[in-house]
């Protein structure tokens, strides 16, 4: 696997691409196998996989979070190389970043719903680094999880907003057999938060499992109670949502997906799960 630090190297690697049909996936590290199943589905559509590796500081609201952010870079190096990752793209912050940098995309009010609220800036700063990324490693597929459903439709949003020459390609979340969604956060997690970080999951499913259109509330409700009952679990959100708009799901509502914030003991997780699609 190449592993470049500096743009320019990346920048002068992707020039010559040629003919090659060439996949990214962008991470923060402290990789797992939800990371790794974007890397291997990258590799059945592309000639060439690139992953990135950046902790990226302007799409933290909280500082004290960017700083405990795991960041084991041997270990993820073996991994991607265990996977067979062509080139990792590894850079420091100020290669990123000059000081005071400015940016700010018009998202509309997928930047204000869910996440957007909990996490105000959030999605300026996902839109500012995948922006940077898309035009260093150019990619022709850009591989992203369904794990972060809002932050794919705010990437497709950038996309069509700047008319970036790249394809989204969305995921599915690899979850723990016992129903965990997979998480680089998970590591924070005592066993008694551990334990008790199931109920979103199991929330999600009870909701997709007892789905009535014409009863919607009701269930969304009843979902909510079950996390918010649960023992060290404090519920951010869990909304039955359009799956495009992230607006409150109605009767009348085509693709729906029911999306889960919450803090476990110290710990935030989000999972979603979408209904009939
Ligand atoms: P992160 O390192 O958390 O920024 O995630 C990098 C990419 O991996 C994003 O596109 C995430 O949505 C995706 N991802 C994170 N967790 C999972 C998971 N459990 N299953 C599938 N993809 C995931």
Redesign the pocket.
Known sequence: MKIFTTKKETENYFANKGQKITGF???????????I??IKQAQQSTDEVTCSIFVNPTQFTDPKDLEKYPRPIAADIAMLEQAGCDVLFNPPVNEMYDDNEKWHLNLGDLEHLLEGKFRPGHYQGVTQVVYKLFNIVKPDFA??????YQ??LVVNKMIELLNMPVKLVM?????ENDGL?????NIHLTPFDRENALILSKALNWAKNNFDSNNIPAIQQQAQQMISSQPGVELEYLEIADGQTLHTATSETKNIVALVAARVGKTRLIDNMLFDW
Not at 171 to 175: A, K, N
């Open positions: 996936v962008a991470t923060m590290g402290a990789l797992h196998q939800g990371h199943s974007l591989f992203f999880g369904q794990k972060d932050q794919v995921c599915p979340i690899e979850r969604a997979m998480s680089s956060r």
